[in-house]
Protein backbone atom coordinates (compact mmCIF):
# COMPACT_ATOMS: atom_id res chain seq x y z
CA UNK A 1 0.00 0.00 0.00
CA UNK A 2 0.96 3.92 -0.64
CA UNK A 3 3.39 4.79 2.58
CA UNK A 4 1.94 6.32 5.44
CA UNK A 5 2.40 7.33 9.09
CA UNK A 6 1.63 4.69 11.59
CA UNK A 7 1.45 5.11 15.35
CA UNK A 8 2.39 2.25 17.76
CA UNK A 9 0.93 2.82 21.38
CA UNK A 10 3.19 0.93 24.29
CA UNK A 11 7.23 0.29 23.59
CA UNK A 12 6.98 -3.21 24.99
CA UNK A 13 8.85 -6.03 22.59
CA UNK A 14 5.49 -6.31 20.54
CA UNK A 15 5.38 -3.05 19.48
CA UNK A 16 8.56 -2.61 19.22
CA UNK A 17 8.85 -5.67 16.93
CA UNK A 18 5.59 -4.10 14.85
CA UNK A 19 7.32 -1.07 14.84
CA UNK A 20 10.19 -1.86 12.99
CA UNK A 21 8.34 -4.42 10.60
CA UNK A 22 6.11 -1.25 9.53
CA UNK A 23 9.39 0.97 9.14
CA UNK A 24 10.90 -2.19 6.98
CA UNK A 25 7.32 -2.07 4.96
CA UNK A 26 8.45 1.51 4.31
CA UNK A 27 5.86 3.74 6.76
CA UNK A 28 6.93 6.39 9.15
CA UNK A 29 6.55 4.99 12.69
CA UNK A 30 6.05 7.35 15.86
CA UNK A 31 6.22 4.75 19.02
CA UNK A 32 4.49 5.62 22.27
CA UNK A 33 6.36 4.78 25.14
CA UNK A 34 5.10 5.36 28.55
CA UNK A 35 7.77 7.53 30.03
CA UNK A 36 10.09 10.13 28.22
CA UNK A 37 13.01 8.84 29.89
CA UNK A 38 12.07 5.38 28.16
CA UNK A 39 11.16 7.01 24.67
CA UNK A 40 14.66 8.83 24.65
CA UNK A 41 16.59 5.76 25.72
CA UNK A 42 15.28 4.22 22.51
CA UNK A 43 16.03 7.08 20.41
CA UNK A 44 19.11 7.77 21.50
CA UNK A 45 20.50 4.10 21.29
CA UNK A 46 18.20 3.20 18.64
CA UNK A 47 17.40 -0.14 20.11
CA UNK A 48 15.07 -1.44 23.21
CA UNK A 49 17.43 -2.66 25.44
CA UNK A 50 14.90 -3.81 27.83
CA UNK A 51 12.93 -6.10 25.84
CA UNK A 52 14.27 -6.61 22.31
CA UNK A 53 18.33 -6.28 23.45
CA UNK A 54 20.54 -6.10 20.26
CA UNK A 55 17.57 -5.48 17.61
CA UNK A 56 18.57 -2.24 15.78
CA UNK A 57 15.31 0.31 15.03
CA UNK A 58 15.18 1.66 12.08
CA UNK A 59 15.72 5.55 11.80
CA UNK A 60 12.29 5.71 10.35
CA UNK A 61 10.73 4.80 13.89
CA UNK A 62 10.82 7.64 16.67
CA UNK A 63 9.83 6.85 20.03
CA UNK A 64 7.82 9.76 21.84
CA UNK A 65 5.90 10.22 25.16
CA UNK A 66 3.85 12.66 23.77
CA UNK A 67 0.20 11.56 22.91
CA UNK A 68 -0.60 13.99 20.50
CA UNK A 69 2.63 14.44 18.81
CA UNK A 70 2.48 10.84 18.70
CA UNK A 71 -0.81 10.55 16.38
CA UNK A 72 -0.02 13.72 14.31
CA UNK A 73 -0.47 13.00 11.24
CA UNK A 74 -1.06 8.98 11.27
CA UNK A 75 -4.00 7.43 9.82
CA UNK A 76 -3.28 4.22 11.44
CA UNK A 77 -2.88 3.65 15.51
CA UNK A 78 -1.60 0.69 16.24
CA UNK A 79 -2.39 -0.86 20.31
CA UNK A 80 -0.12 -2.88 22.06
CA UNK A 81 -0.73 -2.20 25.51
CA UNK A 82 -1.53 -4.74 27.86
CA UNK A 83 -5.10 -5.48 28.82
CA UNK A 84 -5.14 -3.71 32.09
CA UNK A 85 -3.93 -0.74 30.73
CA UNK A 86 -5.84 -0.56 27.27
CA UNK A 87 -8.70 1.67 28.91
CA UNK A 88 -6.55 3.96 30.51
CA UNK A 89 -3.87 4.53 27.81
CA UNK A 90 -6.63 5.33 25.17
CA UNK A 91 -8.22 7.75 27.03
CA UNK A 92 -5.48 9.89 27.28
CA UNK A 93 -5.50 9.36 23.21
CA UNK A 94 -9.21 9.82 22.78
CA UNK A 95 -9.04 13.94 22.88
CA UNK A 96 -6.59 13.48 19.45
CA UNK A 97 -8.75 10.56 17.55
CA UNK A 98 -11.51 10.78 15.56
CA UNK A 99 -13.27 9.09 12.59
CA UNK A 100 -10.22 9.91 10.46
CA UNK A 101 -7.68 7.14 12.01
CA UNK A 102 -8.34 3.16 12.19
CA UNK A 103 -6.93 2.03 15.27
CA UNK A 104 -5.99 -1.61 15.41
CA UNK A 105 -5.96 -3.89 18.44
CA UNK A 106 -2.58 -5.87 18.37
CA UNK A 107 -2.85 -6.70 22.20
CA UNK A 108 -4.24 -10.27 23.16
CA UNK A 109 -6.38 -10.20 26.23
CA UNK A 110 -10.03 -9.12 28.11
CA UNK A 111 -11.00 -6.48 30.35
CA UNK A 112 -11.86 -8.69 33.06
CA UNK A 113 -14.12 -5.68 35.28
CA UNK A 114 -16.45 -5.47 31.95
CA UNK A 115 -15.69 -8.82 30.18
CA UNK A 116 -14.64 -6.86 27.12
CA UNK A 117 -12.54 -7.33 24.29
CA UNK A 118 -10.25 -5.17 23.76
CA UNK A 119 -11.37 -3.84 20.68
CA UNK A 120 -14.48 -3.07 22.62
CA UNK A 121 -12.96 -1.15 25.06
CA UNK A 122 -11.34 0.98 22.30
CA UNK A 123 -14.59 1.26 20.47
CA UNK A 124 -16.22 2.76 24.33
CA UNK A 125 -13.00 5.09 24.49
CA UNK A 126 -12.87 6.22 20.71
CA UNK A 127 -16.43 5.83 19.20
CA UNK A 128 -15.62 7.60 16.09
CA UNK A 129 -12.88 6.02 14.75
CA UNK A 130 -12.64 2.86 12.57
CA UNK A 131 -11.58 -0.59 14.52
CA UNK A 132 -9.53 -3.60 13.76
CA UNK A 133 -7.46 -6.25 15.37
CA UNK A 134 -4.37 -8.27 14.30
CA UNK A 135 -3.76 -11.52 16.03
CA UNK A 136 -1.89 -14.96 15.17
CA UNK A 137 1.09 -17.30 16.14
CA UNK A 138 3.70 -14.17 16.44
CA UNK A 139 6.72 -13.60 18.61
CA UNK A 140 8.12 -10.46 19.04
CA UNK A 141 11.60 -12.09 18.90
CA UNK A 142 10.92 -13.62 15.98
CA UNK A 143 8.85 -10.60 13.96
CA UNK A 144 12.21 -8.54 14.93
CA UNK A 145 14.17 -10.90 12.83
CA UNK A 146 12.63 -11.03 9.96
CA UNK A 147 11.29 -15.14 10.85
CA UNK A 148 8.36 -15.81 8.80
CA UNK A 149 4.86 -15.41 10.14
CA UNK A 150 1.61 -15.11 9.47
CA UNK A 151 -0.95 -13.56 11.22
CA UNK A 152 -4.99 -11.97 10.61
CA UNK A 153 -6.33 -8.67 10.49
CA UNK A 154 -9.87 -8.59 11.19
CA UNK A 155 -12.62 -5.86 11.03
CA UNK A 156 -16.26 -5.75 10.77
CA UNK A 157 -15.44 -3.14 8.12
CA UNK A 158 -14.01 -5.07 5.27
CA UNK A 159 -12.47 -2.36 3.49
CA UNK A 160 -10.89 -1.62 6.77
CA UNK A 161 -9.49 -5.14 6.96
CA UNK A 162 -8.06 -5.18 3.64
CA UNK A 163 -6.40 -1.93 4.48
CA UNK A 164 -4.42 -3.07 7.55
CA UNK A 165 -3.84 -6.08 5.79
CA UNK A 166 -2.21 -4.45 3.17
CA UNK A 167 -0.11 -2.11 6.10
CA UNK A 168 1.45 -5.22 7.39
CA UNK A 169 2.09 -7.41 4.40
CA UNK A 170 5.56 -8.03 3.80
CA UNK A 171 8.09 -10.82 2.23
CA UNK A 172 8.16 -11.93 6.04
CA UNK A 173 5.07 -11.30 7.36
CA UNK A 174 1.95 -12.68 5.37
CA UNK A 175 -1.23 -11.19 6.44
CA UNK A 176 -5.07 -12.73 5.75
CA UNK A 177 -7.83 -10.76 6.19
CA UNK A 178 -11.41 -11.41 8.12
CA UNK A 179 -14.59 -10.27 9.02
CA UNK A 180 -14.72 -12.18 12.57
CA UNK A 181 -13.25 -9.72 15.48
CA UNK A 182 -15.08 -11.12 18.04
CA UNK A 183 -13.53 -14.63 16.78
CA UNK A 184 -10.04 -13.31 16.48
CA UNK A 185 -10.14 -11.10 19.65
CA UNK A 186 -10.94 -14.54 21.92
CA UNK A 187 -8.81 -16.83 20.12
CA UNK A 188 -5.56 -14.66 20.89
CA UNK A 189 -6.75 -14.13 24.68
CA UNK A 190 -8.20 -17.23 25.59
CA UNK A 191 -5.65 -18.99 24.49
CA UNK A 192 -3.07 -17.79 27.21
CA UNK A 193 -4.80 -19.69 30.08
CA UNK A 194 -4.26 -23.08 28.37
CA UNK A 195 -0.39 -22.14 27.31
CA UNK A 196 -0.54 -21.53 31.36
CA UNK A 197 -2.29 -25.05 31.57
CA UNK A 198 0.58 -26.63 29.33
CA UNK A 199 3.31 -25.02 31.31
CA UNK A 200 2.12 -26.29 34.13
CA UNK A 201 2.16 -29.68 32.16
CA UNK A 202 5.20 -29.43 31.49
CA UNK A 203 6.84 -28.19 34.85
CA UNK A 204 5.55 -31.26 36.72
CA UNK A 205 7.35 -33.53 34.20
CA UNK A 206 4.48 -34.76 32.13
CA UNK A 207 4.82 -35.24 28.81
CA UNK A 208 3.58 -34.87 24.78
CA UNK A 209 0.75 -37.12 25.26
CA UNK A 210 -0.60 -34.71 28.30
CA UNK A 211 0.16 -31.21 26.36
CA UNK A 212 -1.65 -32.77 22.68
CA UNK A 213 -4.81 -33.66 25.12
CA UNK A 214 -4.64 -30.36 26.79
CA UNK A 215 -4.31 -27.93 23.46
CA UNK A 216 -7.04 -30.22 21.53
CA UNK A 217 -9.84 -29.41 24.49
CA UNK A 218 -8.40 -26.20 25.20
CA UNK A 219 -9.43 -24.97 21.27
CA UNK A 220 -12.76 -26.94 21.92
CA UNK A 221 -13.47 -24.61 25.01
CA UNK A 222 -12.17 -21.80 23.13
CA UNK A 223 -14.43 -22.44 20.51
CA UNK A 224 -17.76 -23.51 22.28
CA UNK A 225 -17.02 -20.64 24.48
CA UNK A 226 -16.54 -18.04 21.05
CA UNK A 227 -19.30 -19.63 19.05
CA UNK A 228 -21.86 -18.29 21.88
CA UNK A 229 -20.52 -14.84 21.97
CA UNK A 230 -21.34 -14.84 18.41
CA UNK A 231 -17.71 -15.58 16.51
CA UNK A 232 -17.33 -17.79 13.24
CA UNK A 233 -16.27 -21.79 14.81
CA UNK A 234 -14.24 -21.83 11.36
CA UNK A 235 -12.06 -19.06 12.99
CA UNK A 236 -10.56 -21.38 15.91
CA UNK A 237 -9.38 -23.86 13.46
CA UNK A 238 -6.88 -21.08 12.00
CA UNK A 239 -4.37 -18.71 12.45
CA UNK A 240 -5.82 -16.83 15.58
CA UNK A 241 -7.05 -19.67 16.97
CA UNK A 242 -5.14 -23.31 16.81
CA UNK A 243 -2.17 -21.34 15.22
CA UNK A 244 -1.88 -19.10 18.18
CA UNK A 245 -2.13 -21.90 20.63
CA UNK A 246 0.17 -23.84 19.27
CA UNK A 247 2.74 -21.41 19.76
CA UNK A 248 1.84 -20.00 22.99
CA UNK A 249 1.83 -23.84 24.43
CA UNK A 250 5.34 -24.76 22.81
CA UNK A 251 7.83 -22.02 22.95
CA UNK A 252 9.75 -20.51 25.75
CA UNK A 253 9.39 -17.71 24.13
CA UNK A 254 5.98 -17.73 25.64
CA UNK A 255 5.45 -16.22 29.31
CA UNK A 256 2.49 -17.47 29.56
CA UNK A 257 4.16 -21.00 29.21
CA UNK A 258 7.37 -20.23 31.66
CA UNK A 259 4.89 -19.26 33.90
CA UNK A 260 3.38 -22.39 33.90
CA UNK A 261 6.23 -24.07 34.35
CA UNK A 262 7.35 -22.16 37.24
CA UNK A 263 3.67 -23.14 38.80
CA UNK A 264 4.15 -26.27 38.06
CA UNK A 265 7.52 -26.72 39.91
CA UNK A 266 6.10 -25.36 42.65
CA UNK A 267 6.19 -21.81 43.21
CA UNK A 268 3.72 -19.54 44.27
CA UNK A 269 1.36 -17.52 41.87
CA UNK A 270 3.14 -14.20 43.54
CA UNK A 271 7.20 -15.69 42.91
CA UNK A 272 6.43 -16.66 39.54
CA UNK A 273 4.89 -13.30 37.90
CA UNK A 274 8.05 -11.22 40.10
CA UNK A 275 10.31 -14.06 38.12
CA UNK A 276 8.80 -13.60 35.09
CA UNK A 277 9.11 -9.76 35.36
CA UNK A 278 6.55 -8.83 32.57
CA UNK A 279 2.63 -9.15 32.03
CA UNK A 280 1.63 -12.64 32.15
CA UNK A 281 -1.95 -12.03 29.62
CA UNK A 282 -3.16 -15.72 30.82
CA UNK A 283 -3.63 -14.66 34.82
CA UNK A 284 -5.21 -11.23 33.77
CA UNK A 285 -7.48 -13.34 31.71
CA UNK A 286 -8.24 -17.00 33.75
CA UNK A 287 -10.86 -14.98 35.80
CA UNK A 288 -12.40 -13.11 32.73
CA UNK A 289 -12.80 -16.41 30.88
CA UNK A 290 -14.58 -17.90 33.88
CA UNK A 291 -16.94 -15.06 34.26
CA UNK A 292 -17.63 -15.16 30.91
CA UNK A 293 -18.52 -19.00 30.73
CA UNK A 294 -20.79 -18.93 33.54
CA UNK A 295 -22.51 -15.82 31.87
CA UNK A 296 -23.25 -17.70 28.37
CA UNK A 297 -23.73 -21.15 30.24
CA UNK A 298 -20.46 -22.31 28.30
CA UNK A 299 -19.02 -26.12 29.94
CA UNK A 300 -15.06 -25.23 30.09
CA UNK A 301 -13.38 -27.47 32.44
CA UNK A 302 -9.63 -26.74 31.81
CA UNK A 303 -10.51 -22.56 32.40
CA UNK A 304 -12.13 -23.61 35.92
CA UNK A 305 -9.34 -25.60 37.05
CA UNK A 306 -6.78 -23.29 36.53
CA UNK A 307 -8.87 -20.57 37.99
CA UNK A 308 -8.36 -23.20 40.95
CA UNK A 309 -4.85 -23.80 40.51
CA UNK A 310 -4.35 -19.97 40.18
CA UNK A 311 -6.11 -18.16 42.82
CA UNK A 312 -7.29 -21.16 45.16
CA UNK A 313 -4.05 -22.84 45.76
CA UNK A 314 -5.55 -26.10 44.39
CA UNK A 315 -3.26 -28.69 43.79
CA UNK A 316 -2.28 -29.05 39.96
CA UNK A 317 -2.11 -32.61 40.52
CA UNK A 318 -5.41 -32.79 42.15
CA UNK A 319 -6.19 -30.00 38.88
CA UNK A 320 -5.32 -32.93 36.39
CA UNK A 321 -7.01 -35.97 38.36
CA UNK A 322 -9.93 -34.21 38.51
CA UNK A 323 -9.55 -33.40 34.80
CA UNK A 324 -9.03 -37.14 34.06
CA UNK A 325 -11.67 -38.80 35.84
CA UNK A 326 -14.74 -36.36 34.38
CA UNK A 327 -17.97 -38.03 33.85
CA UNK A 328 -17.49 -39.85 30.07
CA UNK A 329 -18.61 -38.16 27.20
CA UNK A 330 -18.52 -38.25 23.24
CA UNK A 331 -16.36 -36.02 21.49
CA UNK A 332 -18.27 -33.91 20.13
CA UNK A 333 -21.46 -34.27 22.02
CA UNK A 334 -23.29 -31.74 23.92
CA UNK A 335 -20.79 -31.87 27.00
CA UNK A 336 -17.77 -32.04 24.42
Known sequence: MEKTKVTVISSGGWGTALAILLAGNGHEVSLWSYTKEEADAINLNRENKP?????????????????????????????????????GIMQKFAPFLDERHTIINASKGLEEETLLRLSEVIGEVCPKSKLAVLSGPSHAEEVAKWIPTTCVAASSNEDAANRVQSLFMSPVFRVYSSLDMAGVELGGALKNIIALAAGISDGMGYGDNTKAALMTRGIAEISRLGVKMGAQLITFSGLAGIGDLIVTCTSMHSRNRRAGIMLGQGRSLSETLKEVGAVVEGVNTA????????????????????????????????????????????????NL
Open 51 to 87: FLPGIVLPASVNATNNCEEAVSGAEFIVSTTPSKFVR
Open 287 to 334: RAAKLMAEKYNVQMPIIFEINKALFEGKDPKQVVNDLMTRDKTTEYGV
